[in-house]
């Protein structure tokens, strides 16, 4: 059970300290410059851990098992750093920005698991689709 919990609890420890820091950013900050600082601080993290996790005559290896999905990932993560930027520079809220993104997220990753990867759509989660839309719609109220 651990194993399923404690993935998890670093997912929403990350992303509540990433939704304060990106609702942090200040304003007059070009985004890509405020990125690149970002990234270059992963990079260092991410490559000191892997070099003490790898062996350092093994890290060549290790990176020629890599795929195309690495590159995608790294599009994917500028695409998504730099859409929570301006949705907060546009005004929403820390507290229901993230909310509303996660919901239609939630949403479209049951489609695309139902048509990629033939995951089933049951009853329940066709209704848990309606009221996250209606949730959306109360959210948006205030």
Do not use: D, H
């Amino acid at each position: 059970m651990w194993e399923m919990i404690w993935p998890l609890l670093i997912v929403v420890l990350s992303n509540t300290f990433y939704n304060i820091c990106t609702k942090s950013t200040p304003s007059n900050v070009n985004a890509f410059g405020t990125l690149m600082l970002t990234y270059i601080t992963a990079a260092i993290l991410t490559g000191v851990v892997f070099l003490f996790l790898v062996k350092p005559e093994n890290a060549i290896v290790e990176l020629s098992k890599v795929n195309w999905t690495s590159i995608v990932l790294g599009i994917a993560i500028v695409g998504l750093e730099l859409g929570y930027i301006f949705m907060y520079r546009g005004g929403w809220k820390v507290s229901s920005g993230a909310l509303v993104a996660n919901i239609c997220l939630a949403i479209a990753l049951l489609i695309v698991g139902a048509v990629l990867y033939g995951e089933n759509i049951t009853l329940k989660q066709v209704l848990g689709i309606f009221i996250c839309i209606a949730g959306l719609f109360l959210i948006n109220l205030s």
